[in-house]
Nanobody, 128 residues
Framework: QVQLEESGGGLVQAGGSLRLSCAASGRAFYNFHMGWFRQAPGKERVFVAAISSRGGRTRYADAANGRFTVSRDNTKNTVYLQLNSLKPEDTAVYFC?????????????????????WGQGTQVTVSS
């Protein structure tokens, strides 16, 4: 079991930046791949970015590539999502998710079903 808590969301103007954090507690953090997803009102939850358990691999959605950066600090049990050059269409609730490692070389899923634990989300609103 692992508990996840996101923070860092808020209201920002288009072109601005935010840094989201997701603090984990419970089982050993380094045994989990971590992902970020977002969900806009009336839409499905979609993949944003993911990072492997030791931080050596990352994966991004096309909409995030070049603007968002995922990172983690295993000494702080925290994963981050740096959001730059924000656009109104980035407005959504952002969720972090944890995937317990299935084994060496485990994939970094880009689908919600690939993750085992979820946080409650943090709202990001980008005004035009």
């Amino acid at each position: 079991q692992v508990q996840l808590e996101e923070s860092g969301g808020g209201l920002v103007q288009a072109g601005g930046s935010l840094r989201l954090s997701c603090a984990a507690s419970g089982r050993a953090f380094y045994n989990f791949h971590m992902g970020w997803f977002r969900q806009a009102p009336g839409k499905e939850r979609v993949f944003v970015a993911a990072i492997s358990s030791r931080g050596g691999r990352t994966r991004y959605a096309d909409a995030a590539n070049g603007r968002f950066t995922v990172s983690r600090d295993n000494t702080k049990n925290t994963v981050y999502l740096q959001l730059n050059s924000l656009k109104p269409e980035d407005t959504a609730v952002y969720f972090c998710a944890a995937r317990y490692l299935r084994g060496w070389g485990d994939d970094l899923p880009a689908v919600a079903s690939g993750y085992d634990y979820w946080g409650q989300g943090t709202q990001v609103t980008v005004s035009s």
